[in-house]
């Protein structure tokens, strides 16, 4: 599977972006997926994810609250919709499918990692 994110650009602190991971499978729908973001220099830190169904979220504590994670399966799509933007969430953003079954959070139990997009927040 091949992921192709997009969406990134500048934006003003409090603005809003929205994120897409275009997936090119004909079993997108069977995939739990993971928004995650890397600064120079640090690991990728674990941002967002959703189950196969959509009917399961889960969020990083810094995040909650101001982005949704979403899906359409008919899209093969994933999005990550991004509020009440800070400096602080300046990143690339990468999606990747979770290949293992550790804990979602962490960046080992996924693969396919997608093209990141540069999101940058001016203060």
């Known amino acids: 599977v091949q992921l192709q994110a997009s969406g990134g650009g500048l934006v003003q602190a409090g603005g809003s972006l929205t994120l897409s991971c275009v997936a090119s499978?004909?079993?997108?729908?069977?995939?739990?997926l993971g928004w995650f973001r890397q600064t120079p220099g640090e690991e990728r830190e674990f941002v967002a994810a959703?189950?196969?169904?959509?009917?399961?979220?889960y969020y990083a504590d810094s995040v909650k609250g101001r982005f949704t994670i979403s899906r359409d399966n008919a899209k093969n799509t994933v999005y990550l919709q991004m509020n009440s933007l800070k400096a602080e969430d300046t990143a690339v953003y990468y999606c990747?499918?979770?290949?293992?079954?550790?804990?979602?959070?962490?960046?080992?139990?996924?693969?396919?990692w997608g093209r990141g997009t540069q999101v940058t927040v001016s203060s």
């Open positions: 499978t004909r079993t997108f729908s069977s995939y739990f």
């Open positions: 990747a499918v979770r290949q293992y079954s550790g804990s979602y959070y962490h960046s080992r139990e996924y693969g396919a």
């Open positions: 959703i189950d196969w169904s959509g009917d399961n979220t």
